[in-house]
């Protein structure tokens, strides 16, 4: 397996608050990495480390081979991100946030450009005739998919999504998880997903990481069940995870 | 034709194109180029033999697509053979999807006509939005006298400060510093007619009369009416202005008069800080490097300026101020949705109070003129 995230020795401290302290994780290709952790735990913390928005106190990481380095164009082209509100330029049209990573990157003619967007706004199950609406003018729902087409407009190997959930509906939280697999299934990406949701947590990811003590306990689904970590037990002893759970099994 | 992406093989019935190399999203002009070389002459059918691709991401599939449905249009068959990456179908999957949903959905053709007349309805509507914005305003400042608990005298004062208090400084240097241009200005041309002394007059005059006033009242508009609009867009598109209403609270009381009412309050004050800085920059070049004595400064001022010619200045303050604050406020509770709109209403405010303010000041010159003031 090839690793295509490396994170070693992460330390992360805001005055006194140890929020990292030595965390190391490593994220492999074509997996989908699920992260959770309680508020304060640093999940935000991790993805804004690894994305280089954020100046870790100290550790090093490495993304498909390239150091990070704070606030240094990392390797953009690489990976997407899908911000937790979406993060959608407010000044611009559905169509034009699409386009213009590609237009920053690309030389491509402006009807190859269009056409393309377009299909990156169908396939993350927009309508067309959303294309010339500003932001403001959408749902939660719908911003959500316009900003997942803006992080895919780059043909990325590596997907972060920071709580891709929150704030949808159960049939459009539900729809978008299958969106998420869908485009795994089909192009080879690599996601980091972090998440509350523990139907999504079950239902899409291949990995669970979970932030702990300032650091991290990874596996598969039921090696972090059999955890006997007390915060690990509580977490998905909950009605709801249960609940999850065996859903997810199914 | 050969190239890195694609070479051709013609048969007399068939055209045999061979894929290959890296179809990417980086390569898009390139392979849109290199696409555009498969030409079939008449009769032929197009064979795209994809063993040889290295790699090929949407965009590259979607190059390929697109040849083939351009193909097909001019009744030309075209078929793939070899394909490994599961991408040709994911990408058909999608536009097959896209062929309903534009059936589903033709767009709409907006023409001329109907431009220039959502722009007339536009106009309209932003007009009766500002009337019924005005009228909220009064209605709330109706309310507060008849019930003065409503009035928020501890925000109200907190504007006094930040827009007056602070404002000093910049002000009284602006204002010291006009004072000084004009007795430059001045000295020259009375100069001529022996009259140097008239520059005491002229400075004095002109300082309370108008550009003390004026002064303060551009700098408040910079500083305060931007700040105003800045910050209601912020809180409404925080959606504060909302959380206010639903808890029963009406936003123009919470905030809007106490900005109004601060400002009225405070621009006056500025004013006269304003007026006195500038006879005293006056007084600085008079006495400094025109050989005006001090005592003889003074007593010019004194037999040139009455108190008449200070209230006039002082007059005009609050109705600057109202201008100011009415301006900024509104065009801050009309931002909705972006932060452009926030930029946008910001620059408004400010240019429109600048304008309303020299406006309004060419007005009451009139005004004062024929009254004989």
Redesign the interface.
């Known amino acids: 397996m090839e690793t295509i995230i490396s994170v070693r020795n992460l330390v992360n401290r805001f005055g006194k608050q140890v929020v990292h302290d030595g965390l190391c994780l490593d994220i492999q290709r074509d997996e989908i990495l699920g992260v959770v952790g309680g508020s304060g735990s640093g999940k935000s913390v991790l993805m804004r480390s690894i994305l280089g928005l954020q100046k870790p106190t100290s550790g090093t990481i490495t993304v498909m081979g390239q150091k990070i380095e704070y606030h240094k164009p990392g390797p953009s082209?690489c990976w997407g991100v899908l911000f937790q509100g979406g993060a959608l330029l407010?000044?611009l049209t559905v169509q034009e946030n699409v386009e213009l990573p590609m237009a920053l990157?690309?030389?491509?003619?402006v009807e190859?450009r269009h056409?393309?967007a377009?299909?990156?706004l169908?396939?993350t199950g927009l309508?067309?005739?959303t294309a010339d609406k500003?932001?403001?003018?959408l749902s939660g729902g719908m911003r959500k998919r316009v900003a997942l087409a803006r992080a895919l407009a780059?043909?990325p190997k590596i997907l972060f999504l920071d709580e891709p959930t929150a704030g949808l509906d159960p049939i459009a939280a539900t729809e978008f998880d299958q969106l998420i697999s869908y485009l795994h299934d089909?192009?080879d990406l690599t996601i980091m997903m972090i998440t509350h949701d523990v139907d999504s947590l079950f239902g899409v990811s291949d990995r669970i990481a979970v932030l702990v003590d300032g650091g991290v306990v990874t596996g598969t689904m039921d090696e972090i069940l059999d955890s006997d970590h007390p915060w690990i037990q509580s977490y998905f002893g909950v009605p709801r995870a249960i609940r999850a759970r065996q859903a997810g099994r199914k | 034709m050969n190239s890195t992406f694609l070479s051709l093989e013609s048969h007399p019935d068939r055209l045999t194109v061979k894929v290959s190399g890296c179809w990417i999203f980086d390569k898009v002009s390139a392979l849109e180029e290199a696409i555009a070389s498969v030409l079939p002459a008449e009769g032929q059918a197009v064979t795209f033999q994809c063993a040889g691709l290295e790699e090929i991401d949407i965009a590259g599939a979607w190059v390929l697509y697109d040849r083939t449905q351009l193909l097909n249009s001019h009744g030309f068959k075209s078929e793939f053979a070899g394909f490994k990456a599961a991408h040709f179908k994911f990408l058909q999957n999608i536009i097959d999807a896209a062929a309903i949903r534009e059936y589903e959905e033709p767009t709409a053709q907006t023409g001329r006509p109907k431009r220039a007349k959502m722009a007339i309805e536009k106009l309209g509507k932003n007009t009766a939005g500002v009337v019924e914005d005005l009228g909220a305003i009064a209605r709330s400042i109706l309310e507060g006298v008849y019930r003065p608990s409503l009035f928020m005298i501890g925000e109200t004062i907190k504007q006094v400060y930040h827009t007056g208090v602070q404002a000093i400084p910049v002000v009284v240097v602006i204002t010291f510093l006009i004072g000084i241009v004009t007795v430059h200005q001045a000295a020259g041309q009375l100069g001529k007619f022996g009259a140097s002394v008239l520059v005491v007059d002229l400075v004095s005059i002109s300082i309370t009369r108008e550009m003390g006033v004026l002064l303060a009242a551009i700098m408040v508009a910079g500083r305060s009416g931007s700040a105003f609009a800045a910050a209601l867009g912020v809180m409404k598109l925080n959606e504060e202005v909302d959380a206010m209403r639903v808890l029963g609270l009406n936003p123009n009381q919470m905030l809007v008069i106490p900005r109004i009412l601060g400002l009225v309050i405070a621009l006056p004050m500025l004013t006269i800080f304003a007026d006195a800085a500038g006879i005293a920059g006056g007084a600085l070049i008079a006495v400094g490097s025109m050989g005006i004595s001090g005592l003889q400064f003074v007593e010019r001022v004194a037999y040139s300026t009455d108190l008449t010619d200070f209230y006039v200045g002082l007059s005009k303050a609050p109705v600057f101020a109202l201008l100011i604050a009415m301006i900024g406020t509104l065009r801050g509770m009309q931002v909705k949705s972006s932060a452009e709109e926030l930029g946008l209403k910001t620059t408004m405010a400010v240019v429109q109070s600048i304008f309303m303010i020299i406006a309004a000041d060419a007005l009451f010159a009139t005004l004062f003129t024929r009254m004989g003031i």
């Open positions: 082209r407010s000044g990157y690309s030389d491509m003619q190859t056409e393309l377009s299909l990156k169908l396939m309508s067309l005739s500003y932001p403001s003018e780059l043909e089909n192009l």
